[in-house]
């Protein structure tokens, strides 16, 4: 898998927003820092969960200077129903992210075993942007089990801000 490393730039994601509009890396630049949460997909009772206690701490993120975007390889009609059913009003949602930016960025990709999944998804992934567009950590999954907490995320952002703690796994391959 060819996968940006720490320090390196992250490639272009260019995506829909639910409710209008587009994300677009290159033009949403954080102060601080960025979280993108790469999230299953409407299928994902563990995604629903994630998330919903991400929008509960979106201020607490939001007071350290990080902003947050929540993006899947659904389609429209998919992620329209995914903010109209989860309680994720305060985080943006974006959908129709090419696999090939997801696994650029190190995301894992599936096969639907369910009739409730789509054909092909990126598995979870969460990806720490500095204010430059670089990498600056990810934490990656093959499976929606075992994601981190929202308050060991909001731990990277916040040692990283009380330490200038430098990024790790920088050394390619």
């Not at 260019?14 to 299928?43: C, E, K, Q």
């Not at 990810?138 to 499976?143: G, I, R």
């Amino acid at each position: 898998m060819d996968r940006i490393t720490p320090t390196e730039r992250l490639p272009e994601i260019d995506v829909p927003l639910v409710g209008g509009g587009r994300w677009t890396l290159s033009r949403n630049a954080p102060g601080f820092m960025l979280m993108i949460d790469v999230y299953r997909g409407l299928h994902c009772p563990r995604c629903r969960t994630h998330l919903e206690a991400l929008n509960a701490a979106r201020d607490k993120f939001a007071a350290l200077g990080v902003d947050l975007l929540a993006v899947s390889t659904d389609p429209a009609d998919r992620a329209e129903q995914a903010r109209a059913e989860w309680d994720m009003d305060g985080v943006p949602l974006a959908y129709d992210l090419p696999l090939e930016t997801a696994r650029r960025l190190g995301c894992y990709v599936s096969q639907s075993i369910r009739d409730t999944e789509t054909e092909m998804f990126a598995e979870p992934g969460v990806f720490f942007v500095r204010a430059d567009l670089t990498l600056y950590g990810a934490v990656l999954n093959t499976f929606p089990f075992a994601r981190p907490g929202i308050d060991d995320l909001y731990e990277v952002f916040s040692v990283v801000k009380e330490r200038d703690y430098p990024p790790r796994g920088t050394v390619a391959a």
